[in-house]
């Protein structure tokens, strides 16, 4: 009587549509690995990359084409946000016929764990990477106990 959205073609590609909306989804909340770190949705700009080890957390930033001075760093409540803004406009009297290249302001927040020690943190700029080191509290770094006989 209603028929099943399989057999109709535009039924099947909904279904499809609504995967895909899932998997995003799912994919721009949480990856595996990172259950500390929460970053903001992907494919944003700049990219991102985020690590850690058991002595800091690592952040990359892919921004070419900005000066160290264009970037605003801050921590409040382990919470990391990074903003600037590039602007790179065309030659005037140019017409552009496609604009790639991302232009204006933006703004990326990290959650951080909260054993990263907020004034230990050192960032460079070099080669359109900024990079962005967090040291964890030394009292919170695994520590190795020897047994004794």
Avoid: C
Avoid at 56 to 73: C, H, N, R, S
């Amino acid at each position: 009587m209603f028929g099943s959205p399989f057999f109709s073609p535009s039924g099947l590609l909904e279904e499809f549509d609504r995967l895909q909306k899932q998997m995003d989804s799912l994919m721009s909340t949480t990856w595996p690995g990172l259950t500390n770190i929460r970053a903001g949705r992907v494919g944003g700009f700049p990219a991102l990359n985020v690590g850690a080890t058991p002595e800091e957390v690592e952040v990359y930033l892919f921004a070419p084409g900005m000066a160290p001075d264009q970037f605003d760093i801050s921590i409040e409540q382990n919470v990391l946000t990074i903003s600037g803004e590039r602007n790179d406009p065309p030659p005037e009297g140019a017409r552009q016929y496609l604009q790639e290249r991302f232009n204006g302001k933006f703004r990326r927040v990290v959650t951080l764990p909260d054993d990263v020690d907020p004034e230990q943190v050192e960032a460079t700029y070099k080669n359109g990477i900024l990079h962005i080191r967090l040291k964890r509290q030394e009292a919170t770094r695994p520590h190795r106990i020897e047994v004794k006989a």
